[in-house]
Nanobody, 131 residues
C-alpha cells in the first residue's frame, strides 16, 4: 500500500520560513514525479512546485509564478522523500498543502502540473501565515 505522509506545516509570521516534507512508502518514484499542491479556502487547488525525472540523474523543477524565488522543491530518492522549503512567506501562501506522486513518465520536459497527473496523494498539512 502506497502512503504519502506530509509534515512541517504550521503557523508562521509573514516573512518567516517553513519546510514541508513528504515521505513516501510502498513504492519508489525516482523515475516519475512528485509535487506540492495547495488549496486555500474558496479557491481551486493549484500546483505550487513539482519535480520530475527527465532521464539519467536529471530532474526538472517547476514553480508557479507566485512562489518563484521564495520556494525550493527538492527530493531525496534514497529516502523516497520530497521537500518544499518555503521562505519569505506571505499571508496569501496560507492554504492546505498536499503532496502528490506518480511513477508515470510523460517525457523529458513535462512539468506534471495537473492533479490528474498524479496517482497518490497525502492527507494535507495546514500552512497559515499571519500578517
Amino acid at each position: 500500500q502506497v502512503q504519502l505522509v506530509e509534515s512541517g506545516g504550521g503557523l508562521v509570521q509573514a516573512g518567516g520560513s517553513l519546510r514541508l516534507s513528504c515521505a513516501a512508502s510502498g513504492r519508489t518514484f525516482s523515475s516519475g514525479a512528485m509535487g506540492w499542491f495547495r488549496q486555500a479556502p474558496g479557491k481551486e487547488r493549484e500546483a505550487v512546485a513539482t519535480i520530475s525525472w527527465s532521464g539519467g540523474s536529471t530532474y526538472y523543477a517547476y514553480y508557479t509564478d507566485s512562489v518563484k524565488g521564495r520556494f525550493t522543491i527538492s527530493r531525496d530518492n534514497a529516502k523516497n522523500t520530497v521537500y518544499l522549503q518555503m521562505n519569505s512567506l506571505k499571508p496569501e501562501d496560507t492554504a492546505v498543502y498536499y503532496c502528490a506522486a506518480t511513477g508515470k513518465y510523460y517525457g523529458g520536459s513535462y512539468y506534471y502540473t495537473l492533479g490528474t497527473d498524479y496517482d497518490y496523494w497525502g492527507q494535507g498539512t495546514q500552512v497559515a501565515v499571519s500578517s
